[in-house]
Structure formats: C-alpha cells, structure tokens
C-alpha cells in the first residue's frame, strides 16, 4: 500500500456493473472511453435474479394488460408515463439482449414464458432458474471484449465531484473520489458524466436476499450531492427467503409459485386465500404480511413453500439451481417442503430521475435499483426490475450520446486531502455500528411499523450518525467505514420517508394509519430541508 493516489480522466464513469451498468457501458458509442468501477469482481444483485424478465411476448397478451397488471401492483404511486415508455420497449430490450448472448429458455414455438406475481399473463422469459447469472454472463463477455471499456475493480466510490450551483440542473458532476481497496488511497475518476449503477440498500436489514454490497451506496452520495430521493418507505419484503442455518441468502424464486407452489403452516394448511383470492399468486407485499401475520400469530419462525405435487422431473428442468442447492442442505423439493422467511429485497424507491435516468445533478445518472423512476410505485411486480435495468441502461447511454462530447477538457477538482487523519485502532465500533443499524431497522422499520418504533429508529440512527461522521472525518477511510456511512444515510431517508407516509399503501404498513389516503402521492426528501 505505498502507492501515490492516481488521477484518471475518462468521458463516461460506470458505478457498477450489474445488468443496469453494463447495459449503459455497452451503449455508449464506441468513440467516449467508459471506466467502470466495481467494488467486488463478482458484480451485484444480477446474478442472484432468478426469476426472469417480463415483457410481453405472447400473442394472447398485451402492451396494456402488462401496463394495467403494473399500475395494480404499484398501489396508485407508478407514473404511468414511465410504466408506459418501459413496457413498450421491452420487445426491444429482449432483442439486444438476445443479440448480447442471453440464451433464453426456449419452447417449442418461441420463448418460454412463465408466470409470477401480479402478472395476469404468462410473460416472464427465463433462463432456467438462473436468469441473473444468465444475462450478467453474456453482458461480461461482451463488455470485456469492448474497446472502449475498462474495467476497475475493487474499487468503492466515496463521494462525488461536482460544481456547486444553486439549484436543480443549475449544477454539474465532474467525476468521483474513489477508494482504491488495494492501495488503500482515494484516487480521483474525472468524467463528463456519470452513471450510479450500484444497486439498492437491502443490507440496511438484518435479514436480507441480497448480496453484502447492496448498501445503498450511490443513494447516499447522491443525496450528500444534493439530489432529492424519493419513496425510500417501500422496501420490497421478499416472501420467500430460504430459512436454514447454513444458506445464508438464498432465495427461492417466485416462479416456484407461479408453477403451482403453495404456502404452507406446520400443520399443512395453506394459508393464502384467506388473505387474498389471487392466493400464493397475490402481489409480494401482499404474500410477505400474510407470512409474517402468521407466524407471529402461531410463533412459528418459518413456514413451508411446498411444490411437491408437481412432477419432480418438472421441477428438477424448471428449477435446476434451487433443486441443487436445496439438495445441498439435505432438502429434496421433489419430496420435502421448503422451509422459507420473508427478508429484504429490493429497494423501490432511490434517486428520482427522469425519463433518461438523469437526476437533479446535470450530467448524474441513476439506473437500477438505485434510482427512483416511478415504474414501481409502491411496489415492484415480479420481473419488472431487470427489465428497467435494461431500459434505463439504455436510455441514459442515449442521452450522453447527444450531450458528451469526447473533445471536451475536462474541469480541475481538488484532490482528496488525507494528510489530517490516522489510522484507526477502533475498527470494532465499525462492525458494532453496523450490526445495530441493522438490527434496529429490522426490528422497527420492517414489514409491519408504528410510529412509536419508527420515531425510536429516528432517534437512534441520528445518534450513530454523528459518531460515524466523527470517526470518518478523524480516521483513514476503509471500505467497511465507506459502506456504514452510506447504511446510516439510507437507513435515516427510509425512516424519514415512513414516517411523512401517514397511510398504508403498497409495501408501507403501519398499524397507526391503516387505511388508504384519498390523495396519495410519492414521498419526495429535499437536502437540506429534512430535519
């Protein structure tokens, strides 16, 4: 670690590089040199998507029932603009896709469609069980091979450049500081724009289906940057988490459902219709209160997914990955019940965008599950978030193409200053300071909340806030420092967001405020007006 912080100088910066992130890489014309930057190899959440991308296909069903069946899900919050402009081009997005190397699972005729929650229409495309590994795979072959792209991986942004204007679009991005993990320095990435592609915040919860990097990262430094945030209130509870001491994350896909699969109490009732007549095909928040209802009712710690009336050879072609790993863990699904928990998966709101993923900050983008783009309202449809990576990843590439300009010098920034700190001897209250935010946003802030355990949240994570600031503004950055930093950011705009939410709506509900508000509307944060 004795290397000189560097200072790179590329026309495009790519935080990230799941599906949303390589998408935008990829479409950037071949003439503006693209970094992208990577905190681990592995990539993000992609790869753990199992489901599939939703579009319509089908002769038999429509571009409107695919808008009606989002507009349901998202609870009266999505933009139906925004809806529209993404399931229209979702044929165009299962074609490039296609073109990438995606081998979709085929049928006899066209592609195989699978159904899933909220759909009313068989128009999930899939790669087996494994769809995320599926397009991640395709879209890293085609990006290593790209002249214009480079690679940098174990690196983790920190804070972004930027000029400071006074308003909106009054202000423009000039790059980004960026820890070298390696190096241990913070290097400078300058950049005409820049693209957050770095995924959602689900690891602000004890329990989670995402991977250990999903820590909200490009939200909090979008909003230290200045740019509103948006509907933080609704994180997606998946119903379906694996519960077993040693599989740590492991999800079980809805499709398991969409083919039939049936929750189940201890005792063998299956519980859905009582909740809602569409049963274990009900929309996610729906399915995860069901569960969580009944297992506090008979304090139960899990219940039982069960497809063992399907044919097992069925089951074994259509869910090879799940089969395994079940097999893995001495459960045959074929035989056995599935032992699962609902956990935290997906963050719908984020970064509020507009059309081409630009944020409030000229030249900013957020694409992904970082950004709020108001395709998912007050909860996300199975299947819809891949395809918004694809969309957006492709949208933003557009608008830099008009609006970058490879010619152009770029402006100075100050270089990171680390000559007034040391190295901390007490990176135990690192690890201290992030189990605890997590434990209490679970216990406080999770599927169900009042506004007595959301206002004891509040408290709490402003007080942790200040002693991470003084610890980050004494001691050298790491990356575990960087990560809780962000966790505390987000965990506090969750909070805030719910607590401006008096109603239940979608995947908030509070027992205080049951009901529907006549009016509803998304829950927008401003900096420097939230206190």
Avoid at 33 to 43: E, F, H, N, R
Avoid at 311 to 318: A, G, L, N, R, V
Avoid at 357 to 372: K, M, P, Q
Wanted: charged letters at 25%.
């Amino acid at each position: 670690m004795n290397a000189d912080p560097q200072l790179h100088q590329v026309d495009v910066l790519v935080l990230g590089a799941g599906a949303a992130g390589l998408t935008a890489a990829l479409s950037i014309p071949k003439h503006l040199s693209v970094a992208v930057l990577t905190k681990d190899p592995s990539g993000g959440s992609t790869r753990w998507a199992q489901g599939g991308v939703a579009a319509v296909i089908d002769d038999q069903d429509s571009i409107e029932s695919h808008v009606d069946d989002t507009l349901i899900a998202g609870a009266g919050l999505c933009h139906q603009d925004v809806v529209e402009h993404v399931v229209s081009s979702a044929r165009e997005a299962i074609d490039w896709l296609v073109e990438q190397g995606v081998a979709f699972t085929k049928s006899e005729e066209s592609f195989h469609l699978t159904r899933e929650g909220g759909h009313s229409h068989r128009r999930i495309l899939h790669a087996a069980d494994a769809t995320g590994w599926a397009i991640q795979d395709a879209l890293d072959r085609q990006a290593s091979e790209a002249e214009n792209i480079t690679f940098y991986h174990n690196f983790i942004a920190v804070d972004l450049c930027f000029d400071r204007g006074r308003g909106p679009r009054t202000r423009r991005v000039r790059g980004c500081y960026v820890l070298n993990k390696q190096t241990g320095e913070v290097d400078t990435f300058l950049a005409h724009a820049v693209i957050l592609a770095t995924g959602g915040a689900s690891k602000v919860y004890k329990y989670t289906s995402n991977p250990d990097g999903a820590s909200g990262d490009g939200i909090a430094m979008a909003w230290r940057a200045g740019c509103r945030v948006a509907n933080m209130e609704f994180n997606q509870f998946h119903p379906t988490c694996l519960f077993h001491p040693d599989a740590k994350s492991f999800l079980i896909s809805e499709a398991v459902r969409g083919e039939g699969g049936i929750l189940r109490l201890p005792d063998g009732t299956q519980f859905m219709p009582g909740f809602d007549p569409r049963a274990e095909l009900a929309p996610r928040d729906i399915v995860a209160r069901a569960i969580d209802h009944e297992m506090k009712r008979i304090g139960a710690d899990h219940v039982y997914l069960d497809i063992t009336h399907r044919d097992p050879e069925f089951i074994k072609s259509h869910f090879p990955t799940i089969y395994q790993r079940l097999i893995e863990l001495d459960i045959d699904m074929t035989k056995d019940w599935i032992p699962v928990v609902p956990a935290a998966h997906y963050t719908c709101g984020g970064v509020l965008v507009d059309l081409q993923g630009e944020t409030d900050l000229a030249g900013l983008y957020a694409i992904g599950e970082v950004s709020s783009t108001g395709l998912h309202g007050a909860n996300r449809m199975a299947s819809n978030s891949l395809l918004e990576c694809i969309v957006y990843g492709r949208s933003a590439a557009h608008h830099i193409a008009l609006t970058v300009h490879a010619d152009v010098a770029h402006p100075g920034v100050d270089q990171w200053d680390a000559s007034q700190v040391i190295d901390s001897d007490e990176d135990v209250v690192i690890a201290h300071n992030w189990a605890e935010i997590r434990r209490f946003m679970w216990d406080y802030v999770g599927i169900v909340r009042t506004d007595k355990r959301l206002q004891r949240a509040l408290n709490r994570v402003q007080l942790l806030a200040r002693e991470i600031q003084d610890f980050y503004a004494n001691y050298r950055i790491t990356a575990h420092l960087i990560e809780l930093r962000n966790l505390a950011v987000v965990a506090e705009l969750i909070i805030r967001s719910a607590l401006k939410r008096e109603e239940s709506r979608g995947l908030h509900f509070t027992l205080d405020h049951p009901d529907l508000s006549k009016h509803p509307d998304d829950t927008v944060l401003i900096p420097g007006k939230e206190r």
